[in-house]
């Protein structure tokens, strides 16, 4: 599990494609003091496994769901990435929990400044923008924001100065794809809510041939 606290921005140094799937070689520093084969990190947001490391970079295998739902295809040699290490049990929850696993992808459709602040517009699907609630947390590229506008086209999301400095979110420009998840609570009362419907149509669907099928007559 993560946080959507962005520890420090990588550095696309490989990419190796395959059929369908990728490899990719990423330098970075302060994530790799305590790094191990096998740890989760996540890179723009998708939580990927570690396979190979050394004092300054890390690989991870990409698979073809991934590729399809995200944006990591799109990585190239120098591409900057958004890394974060797996929430340590013993850390602070500073933003909210992301799991990595990516819902779809968004465009920025428009940026604009508000003093010392940045706008960033984003179109999306409607079946990204029904989990997305004005003033809920959201997920982009791996960082933990705020939806301070949401309609049946877009959202919006307003970026502070030190994720300006901290991420590569003010690097983005028009027609630019970032990775999107929304927050795993209203996929879980969807899920719950869709559930209990299914069951009271089951419960209203009772007839006399189900009853002797299942041994009540």
């Known amino acids: 599990m993560f946080t959507g606290l962005i520890e420090e921005i990588g550095e696309v140094s490989g990419v190796f494609n395959g059929t369908k799937s990728a490899r990719i070689v990423i330098n970075a520093n302060k994530i790799l003091h305590d790094i191990k084969v096998g740890d989760s990190i996540a890179v723009n947001g998708v939580c990927l496994t570690v396979t190979d ?6 690989s991870a295998d990409v698979m073809p769901e991934t590729l399809r739902k995200s944006s990591l ?57 029904k989990y997305i609630v004005l003033k809920g947390s959201i997920t982009l590229d791996g960082v933990s924001l705020t939806a301070a506008y949401v309609d049946k086209n877009l959202f919006k999301v307003s970026i502070i100065p030190h994720t300006k400095e901290q991420t590569t979110l003010i690097t983005k ?32 669907s009772i007839t006399e041939e189900t009853l002797i099928r299942t041994g009540f007559i």
């Open 53 to 58: 490391f050394s004092l300054n970079k890390f």
């Open 73 to 129: 295809g799109k990585l190239k040699i120098g591409s900057k990435v958004n890394l974060e290490r797996a929430m340590a049990a013993c850390g602070r929850f500073g933003g909210h929990i992301v799991s990595g696993h990516i819902d779809g992808t968004g465009k920025v459709l428009r940026i604009e400044k508000e003093d010392t602040a940045i706008w960033i517009s984003i179109g999306a699907s409607l079946d990204l923008l």
């Open 173 to 204: 420009n028009i027609g630019d794809e970032l990775n999107i998840e929304c927050d795993v609570i209203a996929k879980y009362i969807e899920k719950l809510i869709k559930f209990d419907e299914k069951s009271t149509e089951n419960n209203l």
